[in-house]
């Protein structure tokens, strides 16, 4: 089939690869000239796996790039809106770029009736309910004939990380139509997947798991919106409530990681995005918590519990450096080491990143910062100039001779550094681990007093003879567990 794809961000530009993989026609639109030529060129934009890998297997053979939308739009047979929709200052969606896209498409698809060259408009966006009807309404609007099209909604639930092979291998795909032929034709765009026909070829990228096939939800336009808003405050909300109870372990010496498995294992719950932290961040939770919020509101609900899910996550930042400060005693031209600066591991994304706010706070109090991240410090220059941070080309250079070891970003590497290397660096051996990804009783073994997130503070297990600050540090880092 003949695929446009509008906007070449990490949606439009994962789905456009996906859909070659499927064996479809596309052509990938922006108005990012810059951009596109980057991508002509095989240039990736994102640290994404997979990626560049497939860029260069469909680049001028089932992909190509364009910045000419209604070219693009004439030409295929379905169009997938994958544009941007920030939050306004309100909170809700700003769909001023869906709008743009829809009223350029109305030319494409043309003022007479032509049943023949019918086409299906679909939002891939995330965006509020009703924005379904929006789209064909503007199109109306703008003169196209309501014979020559659907508007169907198929939202998106990969992954920043894992983004390819979550499209690929997807837990389902949901398709929302009114019309049973918008349907017919979406089902046969997804058809290699559902069918298990991609999983059996020999070319297929490799999957985390054994997928025969994957499983179409059909449901209408609304359902479709609504299921994406869900999904995503769902699991936000998961997130706060294991941060909420981590806190309470720490308040009575109980341990997450095991409360954590404990509830997991019912099957009912899920083990899944139980992980405690410094809360989530990234350009989808925080914003599309704060839309559907506002869309509840629009409809008459007040939806409190995302606002508290809201509030539990902005607190986990404040804790954290509460237990920075308290086991530092003061911050004040301290030396301190940052693990991690992307929103999660396996990206260089720094939307949102909680990384950011508490590396932000630790500058304001006078602090000096060496940082490592393994993808994300281009970006993170862009937000903080190199006068105020120091940027190293490896963890271990971050951690030599700094006064603690924040880690802020679960990135796998930071799980397996060499604590022997990391206790000779570190100026005093305090490790805070906002991600729990050391062991805590391997770090006390290696002499680092640890503190992570809704475990037993652990102090080192064998101690060299201690100069005065570092006996103040030890009490205040003992006092800790009491009292966060
Ligand atoms: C999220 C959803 O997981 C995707 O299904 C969805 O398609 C995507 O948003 C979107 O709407 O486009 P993403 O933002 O890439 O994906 O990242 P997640 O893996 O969901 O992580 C989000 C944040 O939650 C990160 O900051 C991560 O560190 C944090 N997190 C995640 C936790 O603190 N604990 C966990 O157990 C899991």
Redesign the pocket.
């Known amino acids: 089939m003949k695929i446009c794809v509008v906007g070449s961000g990490?949606?439009g530009l994962v789905a456009s690869i996906g859909f070659c993989e499927l064996g479809h026609q596309v052509v990938c639109v922006d108005n990012d000239q810059a951009k596109l030529q980057k991508l002509m060129r095989g240039v990736a934009p994102i640290h994404e796996e997979w990626v560049p890998e497939l860029l260069e297997k469909h680049s001028g053979i089932r992909l190509t790039f364009s910045s000419n939308l209604a070219a693009s739009a004439k030409s295929s047979e379905a169009i997938f809106i994958a544009v941007g929709t920030p939050s306004s200052r309100d909170g809700d969606a700003d769909l001023s770029y869906v709008e743009a896209v829809a009223r350029e498409l109305a030319g494409a698809i043309g003022r007479r009736s032509d049943r023949a060259h019918y086409k299906v408009i679909v939002e891939k966006s995330?965006v509020p309910v009703y924005t379904n009807e929006w789209i064909r309404r503007v199109l109306l609007l703008n003169g196209a004939s309501a014979d020559n099209f659907d508007v169907v909604s198929n939202p998106?639930?990969?992954?920043?990380?894992t983004a390819v092979v979550d499209f690929l291998y997807p837990d389902r795909i949901v398709v929302g139509a009114d019309s049973d032929r918008a349907a017919a034709v979406m089902a046969s765009i997804y058809a290699p997947l559902t069918a298990g026909e991609y999983y059996r070829g020999e070319e297929a990228i490799p999957g985390p798991i054994n997928l025969e096939k994957a499983r179409l939800i059909l449901t209408s336009t609304k359902s479709a919106e609504l299921i994406?808003h869900a999904?995503?405050a769902f699991?936000a909300t998961k997130?706060s409530f294991?941060n909420a109870v981590a806190n309470i372990c720490e308040a009575v010496g109980a341990n997450i990681e095991e409360v954590a498995e404990g509830i997991g294992a019912d099957s009912r719950i899920g083990s899944?995005?139980?992980?405690?932290?410094i809360?989530?961040?990234?350009?989808?939770?925080p914003k599309?918590l704060r839309a559907f919020t506002a869309v509840a509101k629009a409809v008459g609900y007040d939806f409190r519990l995302l606002e508290e899910v809201e509030a539990i996550n902005e607190e986990q930042r404040k804790r954290f450096l509460k237990k920075v400060r308290s086991v530092l005693w003061t911050l004040k031209g301290k030396r301190i080491a940052v693990l991690g600066l992307a929103?999660?591991g396996g990206t260089d994304d720094i939307r949102e990143s909680?990384a950011l706010p508490i590396v932000a706070e630790l500058l304001r109090e006078n602090c000096t910062i060496s940082a490592y991240d393994p993808a994300a410090m281009e970006r993170a220059k862009e937000v903080f100039p190199e006068a105020c941070i120091e940027f190293t080309e490896t963890a271990y250079q971050a951690i030599e001779n700094a006064d603690a070891l924040l880690i802020l970003t679960?990135w796998e590497e930071f799980g397996s550094l060499d604590l022997t290397r990391v206790k000779s660096l570190l100026r005093y051996p305090i490790v805070v681990d906002g991600r729990n990804m050391l062991d805590a009783e391997s770090a006390a073994t290696h002499g680092l007093t640890y503190i992570s997130i809704g475990r037993p503070v652990v102090h080192a297990k064998e101690q060299s003879a201690a100069p005065m600050r570092e006996t103040g540090i030890r009490a205040a880092a003992t006092t800790a567990g009491g009292r966060l």
């Not at 998106?156 to 990380?161: M, S, Y």
């Not at 899944?272 to 932290?277: A, K, Q, S």
Request: charged fraction near 25%.
């Open positions: 990490y949606v995330t998106e639930f990969l992954r920043e990380g994406k999904s995503n699991l997130i294991i899944r995005f139980l992980n405690p932290g809360g989530y961040g990234g350009s989808c939770f599309d929103f999660k909680p679960e």
